[in-house]
């Protein structure tokens, strides 16, 4: 069994991206392999075969071994609620809350939980690829780490670090982040890799040779800009808003504890659309035909927000024009009359009343629904394939109907005596062509009709293919097998 670890010199260096590409390489050489990252602090989960939740990079990176995400692949997962706090998932499961004071010691004690999940995969696969977080550089936060160097010599797994040349500064960065490790540390890294290369590479000659001599690592490679990574997801970072034209204006207001932003994808991949990411003090645009408020790890609080900013007045004028609306999960919850928080779910226990769009009312409990789904839309038979993660029950009161019918026979959502407002805890609903084309054509334009996991198939097949291109690929498996 062979294990390495891509860490990097800062956060958004590109590892969730390249840890998928080359897992798709090796899948394509007939190699079992499985991905795994330690720890995740990341809003943006998916469901698992075996009834948890990991981080969405992590169920990606599955897709990329083409394997069905499991617990193992990530056992310890930090959502944060706030500024102060995360809700600690540990092989799949929620068990508590780790608050900020306690970020340096409350983590160790998970290392026997990761070793465990990590010893479990090696011994069903060939190959483990393991994902860092953040950047082994931050030395403050070593006492207690349990995601970059601390599994690294704990699981004693070689390691190769990333630098984003188009950050500026990449050869400080590589020769700086072994300038300021412990050699013990330093000592696990056996290679880098430089990412986001634009140009002519062999303009970066001198400066890939100086990285080799101040570091005494090996070169794997330069990865270039690769254009299909634009259509792979996102880990934790909003993306930028895309495309400045469209038929169709869809705005998303992001929220400060926004989860699951992938939902929008396949809508933004489409042609006739346009989808504006609505930062905190922007209005949301006049002309948009539906706004779409997302999910939320923190729905009272990003409630408390989403009217700070002013977006309840706007929401109000963009329905009076006559506006579509659609709350997905937390947002579905916001839209409703009230949402009660008796046990303290999301902070002080509490009631807050809700936009008042839908005749919905929700109580947050500890009971957490994580599942994949399927299902058709009760007007038009329509089926669809999505997820759900979410606390909370919601009920309809008078005048609501539902607008989806589970499988199992479960109805789900809401729709408002106007036909225009809709709720829904149904994740990733846009992926099928068909209720994509459905909710369009609603809004006056057509569908290009591709379903987003083939559109994602095709740019992480191009993106792998670059990345065996541009990697010393036998390489990297020579270094694995030191482990």
């Known amino acids: 069994m062979r294990a390495i670890m891509l860490q990097g010199t800062a956060s958004d260096v590109g590892k969730s ?22 720890q995740n602090m ?7 075969i075996d009834g948890g939740e990991i981080g969405r990079a992590q169920a990606f990176q599955a897709q990329a071994c083409r394997v069905p995400p499991i617990c193992d692949m990530n056992p310890v997962l930090l959502k944060p609620t706030s500024d102060m706090a995360s809700q600690i998932i540990v092989q799949g499961k929620p068990v508590g809350r780790l608050h900020s004071n306690d970020f340096i010691t409350g983590r160790v004690k998970f290392l026997d939980v990761v070793l465990e999940s990590f010893e479990r995969l090696k011994s069903s696969c060939d190959f483990v690829i393991v994902e860092g977080a953040g950047s082994p550089a931050e030395i403050n936060l070593r006492a207690g780490d349990i995601a970059n160097m601390g599994f690294a010599r704990a699981a004693n797994c070689p390691v190769a670090l990333i630098g984003d040349i188009d950050r500026g500064g990449v050869i400080a960065s590589v020769a700086g ?5 412990a050699p013990e540390d330093a000592a696990m890294i056996k290679a880098f890799i430089i990412n986001r290369f634009r140009g002519n590479v062999r303009l970066f000659d001198d400066g890939y040779r100086a990285i080799e001599q101040f570091t005494g690592w090996q070169g794997l490679g330069i990865v270039p800009w690769i254009a299909a990574a634009r259509s792979l997801p996102e880990e934790d970072a909003v993306p930028a808003n895309l495309k400045s034209s469209g038929a169709v204006t869809i705005a998303v207001p992001i929220l400060p504890h926004i989860s699951n932003h992938d939902d929008f994808d396949a809508l933004e991949s489409e042609s006739s659309v346009k989808l504006v990411r609505v930062a905190p003090g922007q209005a949301l645009p006049g002309n948009a035909q539906i706004v779409i408020l997302p999910g939320s790890k923190s729905t009272i609080s990003d409630l408390e927000f989403f009217r700070e900013q002013g977006w309840d007045i706007d929401l109000t004028a963009h329905i009076r024009r006559g506006g579509y ?19 303290g779910i999301e902070g002080e226990p509490r009631e807050i009343n809700g936009l008042n769009l839908l005749p919905v009312n929700t109580v947050l409990n500890e009971t957490k629904q994580v599942t994949d789904v399927t299902g058709v839309s009760i007007s038009d038979n329509i089926p669809f394939r999505g997820y759900e993660i979410h606390c909370g029950q919601t009920e309809l009161s008078s005048g609501a109907v539902p607008l989806l019918r589970l499988s199992d026979g479960t109805l789900d959502g809401a729709v408002a005596p106007n036909g225009k407002i809709f709720g829904t805890y149904i994740h990733r609903l846009f992926d099928n062509p068909l209720q994509r084309a459905k909710w369009l054509a609603m809004l006056g334009a057509a569908s ?23 990697i010393n690929i036998d390489a990297v498996w020579e270094i694995a097998g030191g482990n």
Do not use: W
């Open 448 to 470: 290009d009709g591709i379903d987003q996991h083939d559109r994602v198939e095709a740019a992480l097949e191009a993106f792998a293919a670059v990345v065996e291109e541009c």
């Open 17 to 38: 991206v390249l840890t998928a590409g080359l897992c798709r390489v090796f899948a394509n050489r007939g190699v079992k392999v499985l991905p795994f990252k330690p």
């Open 177 to 181: 982040t072994k300038a300021v490790l």
């Open 42 to 48: 990341s809003n943006n989960a998916a469901p698992t």
């Open 325 to 343: 609306v659609l709350g997905i999960c937390g947002g579905y919850q916001m839209l409703g009359q009230t949402i009660a928080d008796p046990l």
